[in-house]
């Protein structure tokens, strides 16, 4: 068996592509619309990373999209951690946990879909504003 | 940036693993316990694919796991969809989307998780008990 994908709904789908790949980084891969079903698909993965997608969908007819408990977060290493967070943040994403430890950070996509952030290999040395920047909301 | 995993919370850790692991098919790579936090975390993934992992959260603090719209469900392609599917049911799973047409399936894990399951490559032939029968809830 094979994984293929994490299917993510989002309201507004510009908005949500802005997110993951303007600013979090995502490629999009390839895209389907379906007149008959009003919907919209829009597969999305790391550079390089093509067997492990996240599937955006878009139901043309609005829906609310609520967040439960069972669906922790998607989570993402990047290379720098800081570079991310400060990309994500001028972009309007608040930084739910701030990256304090070099380490670790949590935002929330516009849909309210958790993401967690870590640094690939060893931590940052703590850096400001990150380092006393305390925690917003939840994630 | 690299795709590292889909965390998604469990009531019952046992129960959760013969699901993901037992009748699903995915294997465990690791696991950790944190006396401090009271939870235990454990990260499966399919055969041969450690690149996609799960990541199941299981806090030894009951929580109610709700479901909620924004996140779908998590995709897994197979040999033969009869094959798991009939898994599954032996195993007490009920198949709310039969595969009828030999080529797409959806379950939950005891959480709710919903799971697609998809035959890899082209459809298989219609085959009972699966060609006729009904949908059962929502997925």
Same mark, same amino acid.
């Given at each position: 068996m094979r994984y293929l994908h994490t299917m993510v709904r989002v309201q507004d789908l510009e908005r949500? #592509?802005?997110f993951f790949c303007e600013l979090l980084g995502l490629e999009e891969l390839r895209r389907r619309d379906s007149e008959n079903g009003r919907f919209t698909l829009v597969f999305l993965a790391a550079p390089g990373? +093509? !067997?492990a997608q996240i599937e955006l969908t878009h139901n043309w007819d609005p829906e609310a999209l609520t967040s439960g408990r069972n669906f922790g977060h998607l989570a993402y290493e990047v290379e720098d951690i800081y570079t991310c967070c400060a990309r994500l943040r001028a972009g309007? /994403?608040?930084i739910n946990r701030p990256p304090r430890d070099g380490r670790m950070a949590f /935002?929330? @996509? +516009?849909?309210g879909i @958790?993401? !967690?952030v #870590?640094?690939?290999g060893d931590p940052l040395p703590p850096s400001? +504003?990150?380092a006393s920047m305390p925690n917003t909301g939840s994630w």
């Open positions: 949500a #592509l802005h990373q +093509p !067997e309007g /994403v608040t /935002v929330r @996509s +516009p849909d @958790s993401i !967690e #870590l640094q690939a400001e +504003p990150w």
